[in-house]
């Protein structure tokens, strides 16, 4: 893998504006790009022809492992399935730790910044099935999952 690329994805997960190397990202969008810069097997091909929830076969959550509140490896994608209507909702990118940075999914990570940051260790449980209180919608509920990819 070229050291450059590798680079920029690490500066990603640093701190880097994902808004400086993509145009008009939904969160799916940025969180593939970072995981391209990182290794992961997507290819430029790819990059050029899909987007936004076009990506979500790929990311494949629900074939990864759900979290169960452990810490996650800088890097890896984390999807937000939201349980009443039973989709992926919002992808976010691990910071290592429970920490998780997305870009549009309000609380549960709006900009790729640190203020955007999430905390998955701060979302309240409603149940021993590691379902979790929506933040952007008290009323519903989510379960978050890893991706393989």
């Not at 050291?3 to 880097?16: D, E, Q, R």
Request: charged share 10%; proline share 5%.
């Amino acid at each position: 893998m070229p050291i450059v690329k590798y680079f920029i994805g690490c500066h990603l997960l640093n701190n880097g504006n994902v808004n400086n190397y993509i145009h008009g990202p939904i969160c799916h969008d940025a969180v593939i790009f970072t995981r391209f810069l990182l290794g992961a097997n997507i290819t430029r091909n790819q990059l050029m022809n899909m987007n936004g929830i076009g990506w979500l076969n790929q990311l494949n959550y629900l074939n990864g492992q759900p979290w169960q509140g452990n810490n996650i490896p800088a890097g890896r994608a984390v999807g937000f399935r939201d349980l009443n209507v039973g989709q992926i909702i919002h992808s976010s990118i691990s910071l290592g730790g429970t920490r998780v940075r997305g870009i549009n999914g309000l609380l549960l990570g709006n900009g790729w910044t640190n203020a955007g940051d999430c905390n998955l260790g701060g979302l309240r449980p409603v149940n021993n099935n590691h379902h979790y209180q929506n933040p952007n919608n008290p009323g519903g509920n989510m379960d978050v999952w890893i991706s393989n990819l």
